[in-house]
């Protein structure tokens, strides 16, 4: 249980930013991304 809700954000934000520390990078991300870009324009 969390005193304030500050302290639950807080908790959340340590939570999400030690994740995306050990999140493991995918390899040449922007091409990929660019691809999916043009294949699917009119999902995203």
């Known amino acids: 249980v969390f005193p304030t809700e500050e ?3 807080k ?5 999400a930013m030690e994740l ?3 999140w493991t990078k995918i390899k040449d991300w922007p091409h990929i991304y660019s691809q999916i870009v043009i294949l699917f324009e009119d999902r995203l």
């Open 11 to 15: 908790c959340l934000y340590m939570a």
């Open 7 to 9: 302290s639950l954000l």
């Open 20 to 22: 995306e520390r050990k």
